[in-house]
């Protein structure tokens, strides 16, 4: 294969149809402890089952949205942990280690970055968004009031629409 099948495999990979569970982790380390949390990751099979690890380092004066949350170093690592599972797979069990990595990324000043399958609590999400909680909380009643986007990560819990909105 090229070295760009290689870097994209899940997604020539012939025996992982796109209907395979793919409980992704996406984290942005800071720099500082990014050796450390890698290399304890991939010494570990349980850890580095069925993963295509992609790293990338990004400066974080580059970041711009008032949103993202990134460690407070001046150079970071997106760490990203695509798992490619065998039908087979327990799920629960992957979605777990995603959160114990999280877990320990967090207790290294790493955060999440949004498009993992970790699970969350409201708790969560706010220690994640920091002091940007309660503008983002004010937005959010404001402009959707009835909680219609994205009620299922568990940041705003206590709507569930019975129809859909008018």
């Known amino acids: 294969m090229t070295y760009e099948q290689y870097y994209r495999r899940e ?8 209907t395979t569970p793919k409980p992704f982790v996406y984290l942005c ?10 290399s304890k990751l991939l010494a570990n099979p349980a850890e580095a089952a069925y993963v295509v690890p992609r790293m ?4 974080r004066s580059h970041f711009k949205r008032p ?12 760490f990203q ?12 069990a992957f979605i777990a280690l995603n959160r114990t990595l999280y877990e320990r990324a967090r207790d290294m000043g790493g955060t999440r970055l949004t498009s ?8 969560d999400w ?15 009643q404001r402009y959707d009031p009835k ?19 008018e």
């Open 29 to 38: 380390l800071p720099a500082s402890r990014y050796v450390e949390y890698t």
């Open 56 to 59: 990338s380092a990004w400066r």
């Open 147 to 165: 909680n219609v986007l994205t009620p299922g990560h568990n940041m705003f819990p206590g709507y569930a629409p019975s129809k859909a909105p």
């Open 11 to 18: 997604e020539v990979c012939g025996i992982c149809p796109t």
């Open 126 to 140: 706010i220690r994640h968004y920091g002091p940007a909680w309660e503008p983002f909380r004010a937005a959010k």
């Open 116 to 123: 993992s399958a970790i699970p969350m609590s409201q708790a």
């Open 67 to 78: 949103l993202a949350r990134v460690p407070n170093e001046d150079m970071v690592y997106r």
């Open 81 to 92: 942990l695509s798992r490619v599972l065998p039908a087979s797979a327990d799920i629960p």
